[in-house]
C-alpha cells in the first residue's frame, strides 16, 4: 500500500493536465498513488492523459 495518496482535480484544463501529471510523476518521492478526477470536463483535458 502507498503512503501517499494524490488527487489531482481538474475541470477544463486541458492546456495544463499533461504538465501537471509530469510534475508529479517527477517528484523523487515515488511511494504514491495517483488518482486522477475530471469532472466532465468540455474541453480534450480528458483526452490528453488517455
Do not use: W
Not at 500500500?1 to 501529471?21: A, D
Not at 498513488?33 to 475530471?38: A, C, N, Q, T, V
Amino acid at each position: 500500500m502507498p503512503k501517499v495518496t494524490v488527487l489531482l482535480t481538474s475541470y477544463n484544463h486541458g492546456n495544463y493536465i499533461r504538465n501537471s501529471i509530469d510534475s508529479i510523476l517527477n517528484q523523487t518521492f515515488k511511494d504514491f498513488e495517483l488518482y486522477i478526477i475530471d469532472d466532465c470536463s468540455t474541453d480534450d483535458g480528458a483526452i490528453q492523459v488517455e
